[in-house]
């Protein structure tokens, strides 16, 4: 006869001694202690794996102790690589594929002061990579290059990201079919020129196809540019360039090999502190790769900051270019044009 949950309680007949309901109350304790530690044994096991692997592989479900490992795992396949919050003194090469590299809660995964191959946190080389709601801070090498990431070929995709108190944020390499794509993140604390390799700057693009930077903040530099690119065509639109506590800066963007596409709806403050404050945007100051006709600048402010007097020039042209310049409101002393 099957037995019902009540016919398997203690029996509720006279008759148990105190010693035998003494023993009944324990061994129902004990079940229950058995329980409770079953329930909560696998949490703290999977918090336990999360500190010591924290980055974990979505496609396999597999999770490893350094950043590295994972990449190499994932290989010339693709792949997105979650981190789970913390600061790594940790970096990690990318030679193939496509990999995503992605904080689990976006700002709380920090890459602190660790490069690879004297260069930066992230070098990459494979055939793309995405950098989501990810810090890097306080990168700094030999030659004054040290940075968030390397990037040496292939897309680059970033979002919701910071790049803080290094030498570079962004240091790429040359790829003319190559296109980068920066939203939504922050730039800040970067730049030198004290170093014999040349100037370091918060965003420096090579000879690169493309290049889009939107919505983003770039703020106290320390030597150089906020925005250094050769790329063909740009799209530098939304964003905020506040100079106001930067220290031996140079020019708000630099486009030193002429570049089409549009620079517009930013907002420009030239701080007091420069290394040379002629100009907030340049335009063809090295050797020219690119036809510039047709860059729009249009629909930007631009400022110094309060307090302070001082004359410059918004885009000096060292190309003679056909640029369109509309609808920019621009400070008392700020001249709009200057050729070169």
């Not at 008759?15 to 061994?27: D, K, N, S």
């Not at 940790?90 to 690879?116: H, L, M, P």
Request: charged residues 20%; glycine residues 12%; aromatic residues 8%.
């Amino acid at each position: 006869m099957e037995k019902t949950f009540r016919d398997m309680l203690p029996s509720l007949r006279p008759g148990p001694t105190a010693g035998q309901r003494l023993a009944v109350r324990i061994e129902l304790l004990l079940v229950l202690a058995i329980l409770v530690i079953g329930a909560i044994g696998p949490l703290n096991t999977a918090r336990a794996q999360s500190s010591s692997r924290p980055f974990t592989i979505l496609e396999n479900g597999r999770a490893y102790a350094t950043l590295q490992a994972a990449v190499d795992v994932i290989g010339d396949q693709r792949g997105t690589i979650e981190i789970a919050p913390g600061t790594y003194r940790q970096c990690a090469v990318q030679s193939a594929g496509v990999i995503i590299y992605a904080a689990k809660e976006f700002g709380t995964v920090t890459f602190d002061r660790t490069t690879c191959e004297g260069k930066a946190a992230l070098v990459l080389r494979g055939l793309g990579a995405e950098v989501r709601g990810i810090t890097f801070s306080n990168m700094a090498v030999a030659d004054g290059n040290g940075a968030g990431i390397r990037l040496e070929q292939g897309a680059l995709n970033i979002a919701y990201s910071r790049f803080l108190d290094s030498q570079q944020g962004i240091l790429t390499g040359n790829d003319p079919q190559g296109r980068i794509y920066i939203m939504r993140s922050t730039f800040s604390g970067l730049g030198t020129c004290e170093n014999s390799a040349g100037c370091a700057h918060s965003i420096y693009i090579g000879n690169y196809g493309e290049l889009t930077v939107r919505d983003s903040r770039f703020e106290r530099g320390s030597g150089g540019h906020y925005v250094k690119a050769r790329a063909a065509t740009v799209l530098i639109e939304n964003n905020s360039f506040d100079d106001s506590a930067g220290k031996g800066t140079n020019y708000m963007i630099d486009l030193p090999a002429g570049s089409r596409g549009a620079i517009t709806g930013n907002w420009f403050v030239q701080g007091r502190d420069k290394e040379n404050y002629s100009a907030f945007i340049a335009l063809g100051a090295e050797e020219v790769l690119h036809p510039s006709d047709g860059l729009r600048v249009t629909g930007n402010e631009a400022r110094f900051v309060p307090g302070l007097q001082r004359s410059s020039v918004f885009l000096a042209d060292w190309t003679g270019s056909n640029v369109t310049l509309t609808n920019n409101n621009l400070a008392s002393g700020l001249a709009r044009y200057e050729r070169r």
